[in-house]
Every structure is written in C-alpha cells, then in structure tokens.
C-alpha cells in the first residue's frame, strides 16, 4: 500500500476486521518512517499486531498525505518495519492472495530476492488496483465518459513502477492475476449516497465506524466525494464475483512523459481485468458483519 491517498489507509481498516480476511502482513511503498507510522495507527486502532514491511525507512519524504492527520490526529513516525521484500516472501504463498494498492515496487524486490536466491516462490492469486480495459475489452456503452474509445490510458500504480509491474505479469510463479482497472473504478465514489449506506451498517465493526466517522468530516470538505478505488479491489479480493472479468494480455506502451497501459483479449494468460461490477454486492462485501 502507499498513503498519499485516504482510501489505501480506509482499505487496511477493512481489511484488519473483515470476517473473512486473515491479514498475514502489510508492506508500504516507498517505506518511510512516516508511513509505517500510519500503519501502525491502523493496527493499533483495530487492536492488531501483524508484521510491517518498508521497502527504504530513510525514504528523505514523509509520503503521507495531510488527510491522514486530519482524520486521525498526530501520528508519531514508526521505525519499526522489516524489510518488505522478505516479508513478502516470508507470508505469501500458494494459498495467499496478495493485494496491492499501489507502485510495485516491494513486488519487483521480492520476486529479484527469490531469484537471486534461488526460492521457488508462489502466490496463489494477486489482486492489483491498476490497468486500464478500454476499447476492444469493455463494450462501448459500459466505458465511462472520460475514458470513451481510449486503448491505452496511464495508470499511477502501474506507472509508478512500470518494471516492477511487468516483472509482476510474467512471472510464472503466480496463479491467477485480477486487474480492477480504471474504466471500472473511477466509477466508484464514497459520495453522499455511500455515506448513507454506511450509517446504519456502522456499528457492525469498529472498521465501518472509523470510516463512516473518518468521512464524514471529509464530505463536509469535499462533498464531491472521494473516488473508492482501493476499497473495490479488496472487495474483489474477498469475492471475485462482484466483478465481471476479462481474461487479456496487460501491455505497457512507452508514450508520452509517463507511458500508458492497455490490455488486449487473450485467453489462457491467467490475467484478468474487470470490465464491469456489481456494485450491490461490492457495497454488501464491504459492510459484512
């Protein structure tokens, strides 16, 4: 995860207290003591002690966006974090699925270490926020607005580390890839009418409370809501069926200042993107009791 947005950290809420999550580890990308510190936060506030992961605690930024203190008040800088690419290796396995929410870096240095060690690492599936389907995967009336008719888009936690994500896509290791790619998440917003879903659901976990608490105060800032990438991607996680998938081949163009991504259709990679999702069933995974 990465925490210059508020929905990676809403996501480790979920993810601490969901019924049917048990969370192995966490690991922050760049890594800075600033950002282990939030996630120790998270872990304190649902009474939990897992392993943290950093990929470089002398990272010279904090990485942490001003919304992290705002909702949650001064959070102390942690040095205490393992190093990420081992931890990785340590906790996921064949019978792991491992989410990601940002640049992969810590996936590109774990699976360098497993080579220059010589482990036969495995990960049972690997569920990434990123990728974009667009024209030729996702029909042209289910494409959102701003994304009509595109092949190719940039998308930050791929981009961020594009090598590390292409290193992610072929590598043999891994059983299944889920790509929730941005012609279908930019369309999911924790607005007034999430807001209102959340309320009487709030009292379920102590998760759903700090959320529901959490956004309420940033709707009074920005009652345009915020866009609830991270969020769809665990749901997808816990259940697959909440989206509808294609199975393609991702691709990285080197274009413009940053490159765009694309996906084609290909069957029998083990990639897949989702093109569509049923955002009842996403809303009922997220609110579970």
């Given at each position: 995860m990465?925490?210059?947005?508020?929905?990676?950290?809403?996501?480790?809420?979920?993810?601490?207290?969901?019924?049917?999550?048990?969370l192995?580890?966490?690991?922050?990308?760049?890594?800075?003591?600033?950002?282990?510190?939030?996630?120790?936060?998270?872990?304190?506030?649902?009474?939990?002690?897992?392993?943290?992961?950093?990929?470089?605690?002398?990272?010279?930024?904090?990485?942490?966006?001003?919304?992290?203190?705002?909702?949650?008040?001064?959070?102390?800088?942690?040095?205490?974090?393992?190093?990420?690419?081992?931890?990785?290796?340590?906790?996921?396995?064949?019978?792991?699925t491992?989410?990601?929410?940002?640049?992969?870096?810590?996936?590109?240095?774990?699976?360098a270490?497993?080579?220059?060690?010589?482990?036969?690492?495995?990960?049972?599936?690997?569920?990434?926020?990123?990728?974009?389907?667009?024209?030729?995967?996702?029909?042209?009336?289910?494409?959102?607005?701003?994304?009509?008719?595109?092949?190719?888009?940039?998308?930050?936690?791929?981009?961020?580390?594009?090598?590390?994500?292409?290193?992610?896509?072929?590598?043999?290791?891994?059983?299944?890839?889920?790509?929730?790619?941005?012609?279908?998440?930019?369309?999911?917003?924790?607005?007034?009418?999430m807001?209102?879903?959340?309320?009487?659901?709030?009292?379920?976990?102590?998760?759903?409370?700090?959320?529901?608490?959490?956004?309420?105060?940033?709707?009074?800032?920005?009652?345009?809501?915020?866009?609830?990438?991270?969020?769809?991607?665990?749901?997808?996680?816990?259940?697959?069926?909440?989206?509808?998938?294609?199975?393609?081949?991702?691709?990285?163009?080197?274009?413009?200042?940053?490159?765009?991504?694309?996906?084609?259709?290909s069957?029998?990679t083990?990639?897949?993107?989702?093109?569509?999702?049923?955002?009842?069933r996403?809303?009922?995974?997220?609110?579970?009791?």
């Amino acid at each position: 995860m990465e925490t210059g947005e508020p929905d990676d950290f809403l996501t480790l809420l979920l993810l601490l207290d969901h019924p049917r999550v048990d969370l192995k580890a966490v690991t922050v990308t760049p890594g800075s003591a600033a950002q282990v510190g939030v996630v120790r936060r998270g872990l304190e506030l649902l009474g939990r002690d897992i392993p943290v992961g950093a990929r470089e605690l002398t990272y010279p930024q904090n990485c942490v966006s001003r919304w992290h203190y705002e909702a949650f008040g001064d959070i102390a800088p942690s040095m205490d974090a393992e190093p990420a690419a081992q931890l990785l290796l340590e906790t996921v396995d064949k019978n792991t699925t491992l989410l990601t929410g940002g640049p992969k870096q810590n996936l590109g240095a774990a699976l360098a270490l497993a080579e220059r060690t010589g482990i036969d690492w495995r990960i049972g599936t690997w569920v990434a926020q990123g990728g974009f389907a667009g024209e030729g995967v996702i029909p042209r009336e289910r494409q959102l607005p701003k994304f009509a008719g595109m092949t190719t888009c940039p998308t930050w936690n791929l981009n961020g580390a594009s090598a590390d994500a292409l290193r992610g896509l072929a590598y043999s290791g891994i059983g299944v890839r889920r790509f929730v790619s941005k012609n279908v998440c930019h369309g999911v917003v924790y607005g007034r009418a999430m807001h209102d879903r959340f309320e009487p659901a709030r009292h379920r976990r102590q998760s759903l409370e700090l959320i529901w608490n959490a956004m309420s105060e940033y709707l009074v800032r920005r009652p345009a809501g915020k866009k609830f990438h991270d969020p769809l991607a665990a749901c997808c996680a816990i259940d697959a069926s909440i989206g509808t998938w294609a199975e393609v081949e991702l691709y990285f163009e080197k274009s413009g200042p940053h490159g765009a991504w694309g996906s084609r259709l290909s069957p029998g990679t083990g990639t897949w993107i989702i093109t569509d999702h049923d955002h009842d069933r996403f809303l009922d995974t997220m609110l579970e009791a």
